[in-house]
């Protein structure tokens, strides 16, 4: 048996019933990574052995009766969370040696509930990109088409559980990283509302949009990884004290009674037709589920990303000046003063995206430059954010496309950034709105790639999103699908 | 308006990094562009709008002013890449 394919709750059921032991579990999740990962290269960071070490622990804690809601189950970890003594790189060069002394809280908490983490997987250079090729130890590929990008900066996460070199995974999403490779890779990705879930120990990109969240093969295992990674925490001062009720209660209600709205200016000039289609069709699925559908619109969109790529860059190169060779991470050792090892050392331990992002974030908080780039930004922001509170006065939750397009082949696009930058001009809203988003497999292009339905709703509406999602993936009926050639 | 490499190298130097004179080229190219696609922003009259710093409404986290178990010494300079046991190595500063 394919233990490797199966879900979360699937995999505790047998856990439960000792039909199959956590090491088991791991040893065929770990055969699965040796069989594939040459082609989908998820994982920068594999351990073996403490996984299997961990599984061990948790067959112990089954055989109790005290596992926690994950234990036994396999889970791979985006390189942005930092895991205690296990090597976290953010896919730079300038932390590859970097071995954190404390877990992520987030860790902690899917330690707590019995999870096995695997290892470390891709993403793009501090999460700064859209496909994952900024990855500095070479970019991970959509296991639908390994000609293919698998989506960024979260692509490692993705394409492992697409490719199911895990059962789960966690990511972040800054701008659209965990929805954006979700949609490519055919999966299923949430980024909780700001606040949600605690970004202790996550590395810092952009603090005020940054926010970690589950990629997992069904709608029913995003929930039980919300139950276990939400929550307040008192090493995060911008996490929200609000209960956590139990995710996965909300699923099973139909759609009568609730109102979903599609926003006009999320099907742009530029929008796939066959992305387009896919969408309506899961449109569609969520009114023969009892919803009703209605048009909205959110009048500011267009200028999300523009607020973005001022807001992110400039708190970027404000987060991105503590890697300075002094205290962790690359020192450049020819240099014999300490502003050569700052220069040398970043110099070489950052890449050219990264580089890009400290310069526009740098020139807009320059001195003279503040008012017309970051000040203004941010009042724009007010007014995108005040968009989606009028349109949640009367929707309970809204539909929309992912990104504007399928995925596109490995280096189409490395050379244009600002292409690239437009192309998370779906979902950067959310997170300057702080509100959550999920990402749910709607269908496939003609070229046989993934494309993901998009819904969001209000701050802390996590059970009405999930419940929206959860309807539409019983009618699509299409989450089981796996990549065929891999 | 169009950003000239010495304004790059200016910002560079500020946010300490060296960056060769076609590093510099291409990045004031690629920064034009980004700036003036980001221009759109002033079509829209912003006078009145208060700017957002936080994306939702969290009023001052405090908390009790204890000490709680942190960090010991040798953990927090296990990545130091020059350490003496006691505290980050550098040159000599002044």
């Given at each position: ?103 992520a809280t987030?860790?902690v ?89 605690s970004r202790y120990g ?31 925490d008192a090493k995060d001062s911008?996490s ?247 | ?67 709680k ?26």
């Amino acid at each position: 048996m394919s233990l490797h394919r199966l879900t979360i709750h699937e995999l505790r059921e047998m856990l439960d019933g000792r039909q199959v032991s956590a090491v088991e579990l791991t040893r065929d999740v770990l055969q699965r990574i040796e069989k594939v990962e040459d082609r989908v290269k998820a994982y920068i960071t594999l351990d073996p052995e403490g996984a299997l070490k961990r599984a061990e622990a948790s067959d112990a804690e089954l055989k109790k009766g005290t596992g926690g809601p994950l234990c036994g189950i396999p889970f791979s970890i985006k390189d942005v969370l930092c895991t205690d003594g296990m090597r976290t790189t953010c896919g730079s060069r300038i932390l590859e040696n970097f071995v954190p002394p404390y877990d992520a809280t987030a860790i902690v908490k899917l330690k707590a509930a019995g999870a096995v983490l695997l290892g470390k997987v891709s993403m793009d250079e501090f999460a700064m990109g859209s496909t994952s090729e900024n990855c500095a130890f070479g970019p991970p590929r959509n296991p639908w088409d390994t000609e293919y990008i698998c989506g960024g900066s979260s692509g490692g996460s993705a394409a492992s559980v697409a490719a199911d070199e895990c059962i789960a995974s966690l990511g972040t999403d800054t701008g659209g990283s965990i929805r954006q490779p979700a949609s490519h890779c055919g999966v299923v990705g949430l980024k909780p509302t700001y606040g949600r879930v605690s970004r202790y120990g996550l590395v810092a990109f952009a603090s005020s949009l940054d926010q970690a969240g589950p990629l997992t093969k069904d709608v029913t295992d995003c929930a039980l990884m919300m139950n276990v990674i939400s929550g307040h925490d008192a090493k995060d001062s911008t996490s929200v004290d609000q209960k956590v009720p139990d995710y996965r209660i909300a699923l099973t209600e139909g759609l009568q009674g609730t109102k979903v709205g599609i926003p006009r200016e999320y099907f742009i000039k530029g929008l796939d037709p066959e992305v387009e289609t896919a969408v309506r069709q899961g449109i569609n699925s969520l009114r023969e589920a009892g919803a009703e559908i209605v048009e909205v619109s959110l009048p500011h969109n267009d200028y999300c990303v523009a607020v973005y790529y001022i807001v992110a860059p400039a708190e970027a190169s404000s987060n991105l000046a503590r890697y300075d060779g002094v205290r962790y991470g690359f020192r450049d050792r020819s240099s014999d003063t300490l502003l050569d090892i700052y220069k040398n050392s970043r110099s070489f331990g950052f890449g050219d995206e990264v580089k890009r992002r400290i310069i526009i974030g740098t020139y807009a908080l320059s001195s003279g430059y503040y008012d017309a780039y970051y000040k203004k930004a941010s009042q724009v922001r007010t007014l995108i954010t005040e968009d989606f509170k009028k349109v949640f006065e009367t929707c309970d939750v809204l539909a929309s496309p992912v990104t504007p397009t399928p995925a596109w082949k490995l280096a189409e696009k490395i050379d244009d950034p600002l292409s690239l930058y437009l192309s998370d001009i779906l979902t950067i809203s959310a997170n300057l709105a702080g509100i959550p988003g999920i990402s749910v497999p709607c269908g496939f292009s003609s070229a046989g790639l993934p494309i993901g339905l998009q819904i969001q709703a209000s701050h802390f509406q996590e059970e009405k999103l999930l419940r929206a999602a959860y309807n539409l993936e019983q009618r699509m009926n299409i989450s089981h699908l796996r990549p065929k050639n891999l | 308006m169009k950003i000239t490499p010495q304004e790059i190298s200016h910002v560079a130097d500020l946010a300490r990094l060296h960056m060769s004179r076609e590093e510099l080229e291409a990045m004031a190219l690629q920064l034009d562009d980004i700036l003036n696609y980001v221009a759109k922003l002033n079509e829209l009259d912003t006078e009145s709008v208060t700017p957002t710093t936080h994306a939702i409404s969290i009023t001052n986290a405090f908390r009790e002013d204890v000490v709680k178990p942190s960090l010991p010494r040798d953990k927090a300079l296990a990545n130091g890449p020059k350490q003496n046991g006691e505290a980050f190595v550098v040159p000599r500063v002044i």
